[in-house]
């Protein structure tokens, strides 16, 4: 017979004069400032930054919280990836180089690799594009997949060489991107750190709302096969989804979301 597990919250034998939680979750009492653990979002930051900003409030009285995520790099850092991208023929003042976050961070967050192929060989067909494939280099097999069914106009603007050693290498690289196009994961928020534009792609059971972080429709814009089909997500729980996330993926086909990526090129590759 499995033992029950019994759920305790340390902050309470802490001694902490304030101990804030989410007024939802406070299973014992535990908490002596009680936060609401809101569903829908106030402002553009999104329900993933504001849960945890509201969580800050009371220790802050009206200090105001900036919010939004910075990086910032050293001189060195910046003329290492300027280095790299000039070895590599890369014009940073004349070329507009895209980054695509081509993989996520598990097949379930994956826009379907054919869709994702149509998408490439629609950017290649802006003038004066590079693109760089963000992928860590145990990828390399997948992505020369990829690579090998893209149109030969997206092969001839592909330079799949250009990759960070490390994090802070891709953020260099990323420093002199135009824009950030693909799915949702980590490099879209170093981008988003860095001021760059981004275009997500969201997975069907990822709930947009939460993680897509200060989306304005313009600088920042997301899809997800909710904003076009919500009569049939919104019937549908999120095990369900992650569990046929396959079948959900394959609504959001490229001809589905074509009109809001040409404005979105077309706005920030000028």
Same mark, same amino acid.
């Given at each position: 017979?499995?033992? $029950?597990?019994? +759920?305790?919250?340390?902050? *309470?034998?802490?001694?902490? $004069?304030?101990?804030?939680?989410? @007024?939802? +979750?406070? !299973? ?24 945890? /900003?509201?969580? %800050?409030?009371? *220790? ?8 939004? =995520?910075?990086? %910032?790099?050293?001189?060195? #850092?910046?003329? #290492?990836?300027?280095?790299? *991208? ?10 507009? &180089? ?7 961070? /598990? /097949?379930?967050?994956? !826009?379907?690799? =054919?869709?994702? &192929? ?18 860590? =280099?145990?990828? *390399? ?36 991107? +135009? ?12 981008? @988003? ?10 997975? $069907?059971?990822?709930? +947009? ?5 200060? #989306?304005?429709?313009?600088?920042? @814009? ?8 919500? #009569? ?12 046929? !996330?396959?079948?959900? !993926? ?21």
């Amino acid at each position: 017979m499995p033992i $029950p597990r019994l +759920k305790v919250n340390l902050s *309470l034998f802490s001694g902490a $004069p304030k101990r804030i939680g989410y @007024k939802q +979750k406070d !299973y014992f009492n535990a908490y002596n400032i009680k936060v609401e653990h809101i569903n829908k979002p106030k402002t553009i930051a999104g329900l993933a930054i504001e849960r945890r /900003e509201n969580l %800050f409030k009371p *220790l802050m009285n009206t200090t105001p919280i900036d919010n939004h =995520p910075k990086l %910032f790099l050293t001189d060195s #850092e910046k003329k #290492e990836a300027l280095s790299l *991208l000039k070895k590599h023929d890369i014009d940073v003042q004349n070329d507009a &180089v895209i980054m695509l976050s081509v993989l996520g961070s /598990e /097949e379930n967050k994956t !826009y379907p690799i =054919p869709y994702l &192929v149509d998408v490439i060989n629609t950017i290649a067909c802006q003038p004066k594009v590079k693109l760089l494939f963000n992928y860590m =280099p145990k990828q *390399l097999d997948e992505i020369q997949n990829i690579y090998n069914l893209c149109s030969e106009e997206a092969k001839s603007k592909i330079d799949l060489d250009i990759i960070g050693s490390n994090l802070r290498s891709f953020m260099g690289i990323m420093y002199y991107c +135009k824009i950030i196009i693909g799915n949702d994961g980590g490099a879209v928020n170093i981008a @988003k750190a860095l001021n760059k534009p981004s275009f997500t792609i969201f997975s $069907p059971w990822i709930q +947009k709302e939460s993680w897509s972080i200060f #989306e304005d429709g313009n600088f920042h @814009k997301a899809v997800h096969v909710n904003d076009y089909f919500p #009569e049939i997500i919104s019937t549908h729980s999120r095990k369900e989804l992650k569990k046929n !996330y396959q079948e959900y !993926y394959k609504m959001l086909k490229p001809s589905v979301i074509k009109n809001e990526l040409t404005n979105f090129l077309e706005n920030h590759i000028k």
